[in-house]
């Protein structure tokens, strides 16, 4: 499955930023997607995940009531809202791909930068 962010931005302390990864390539239905973020002189974590079949959703503890993803199956686009962004989310945000049998994301989007300014 091919990947492709985008969205990525400046954005003030307690603002907002939409990220989207377009997919495609593959049935979807078959994937589960996820976001990663690596700020600089960090290792990638985990955001958020969620199943393209049912829809079932994961959240890193720390982006938990601020981060929502989602998806549009017509549009094959999953989504990452980040509400009341603070400067410590400023990371480049990956999205991923893994087929649900699987426990590896194995197919990765060029990263976005997400910047946010105190």
């Known amino acids: 499955v091919q990947l492709q962010a985008s969205g990525g931005g400046l954005v003030q302390a307690g603002g907002s930023l939409r990220l989207s990864c377009a997919a495609s390539g593959r049935t979807l239905s078959n994937y589960v997607m996820g976001w990663f973020r690596q700020a600089p002189g960090k290792e990638r974590d985990f955001v958020a995940s969620?199943?393209?079949?049912?829809?079932?959703?994961y959240y890193a503890d720390f982006v938990k009531g601020r981060f929502t993803i989602s998806r549009d199956n017509v549009k094959g686009t999953v989504y990452l809202q980040m509400n009341s962004l603070k400067p410590d989310d400023t990371a480049v945000y990956y999205c991923?791909?893994?087929?649900?049998?699987?426990?590896?994301?194995?197919?990765w989007g060029q990263g976005t930068q997400v910047t946010v300014s105190s």
């Open positions: 969620i199943w393209w079949s049912g829809g079932n959703t």
């Open positions: 991923a791909a893994r087929l649900v049998r699987s426990t590896v994301f194995g197919s």
